[in-house]
């Protein structure tokens, strides 16, 4: 992976700068800080209004996981773009394919709550999909054997995203993030795009095939088994980063 705080990485950046690029932005681990309790994850208000302007000069994008009223509550502007629950809510699917989800997750919910589990574990209904979530239980390798255990036997099959101390379970046949990003580009007319995410479930993007150098695909942390081609350091580089991509288009919208 290469640093993209780094020299020649921002000469590249800077050149996004030039056209039209959509600039996507997981939240929990990227945006906001990863905490303990998910409800009390937010943006620092600077974050939040270095985002709001980079949204002035280029079309933003919030990828989530979470729901789309969960994001709401945790963004007090509005982006060009939220698309919640891994990619199903806000690109406009259609309500059928929304309902089917709702089904299969409250079918899901009603048998997994029948099940035991670890002190600590918690179900999170997000309407179209699940978290289950294991950062609390007192022991954690127990929680995850168990949960592990009784998604198997959940019907229909769930496609399940591992991300930090949670298990996502989405319904079968819909969307993740690559393919809403793929959307994303195609909505926004973007000739470039930016990606940027701290999790397994941002490896659906950063795995996306799309024509070299088009998409720039960026983790928070560095790790080797990644698709990402670029790195931060850490979450709290954030905002650097914000004024990076806020300075190169001030400074291509007075050039
Ligand atoms: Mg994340």
Redesign the pocket.
């Known amino acids: 992976m290469i640093p993209l705080l780094s020299k020649n990485s921002l000469v590249l950046l800077e050149s996004f700068s030039f056209t039209r690029t959509l600039y996507a932005f997981?939240?929990?681990?990227?945006l906001a800080k990863?905490v303990t309790k998910p409800e009390n994850a937010f943006m620092t208000k600077t974050t939040e209004s270095l985002l709001e302007e980079l949204s002035t000069l280029a079309p933003v994008a919030i990828v989530?996981?979470r729901s789309i009223n969960d994001l709401k509550k945790r963004v007090h502007f509005n982006p060009q773009f939220l698309v919640g629950n891994h990619g199903l809510e806000g690109l406009g699917n259609n309500n059928a394919s929304l309902t089917k989800a709702q089904a299969v997750c409250s079918q899901w919910v009603q048998k997994l709550k029948k099940m035991k589990f670890e002190s600590g574990v918690e179900i999170e209904e997000k309407t179209y999909s699940l978290a289950l979530h294991y950062r609390q239980a007192r022991n954690k390798t127990n929680a995850k054997k168990q949960l592990l255990q009784s998604i198997a036997e959940l019907t229909p099959e769930a496609r399940v995203i591992t991300?930090?101390s949670v298990y996502n379970l989405l319904p079968p046949g819909t969307l993740h993030k690559g393919a809403a990003m793929l959307h994303l580009i195609e909505k926004s007319s973007a000739k470039h795009a930016f990606y940027i995410?701290?999790?397994d479930?941002?490896e659906d993007i950063f795995s996306v095939e799309y024509s070299a150098g088009q998409l720039m695909t960026v983790r928070?942390g560095q790790k080797k088994t990644s698709h990402a081609k670029f790195y931060i350091d850490r979450q709290a580089e954030i905002n650097r980063l914000l004024k990076i991509l806020i300075g190169f288009h001030k400074k291509k919208a007075n050039g």
């Not at 997981?26 to 990227?30: L, N, V």
């Open positions: 997981d939240f929990d681990g990227t990863i989530s996981g991300g930090k995410g701290d999790d479930t941002d928070v």
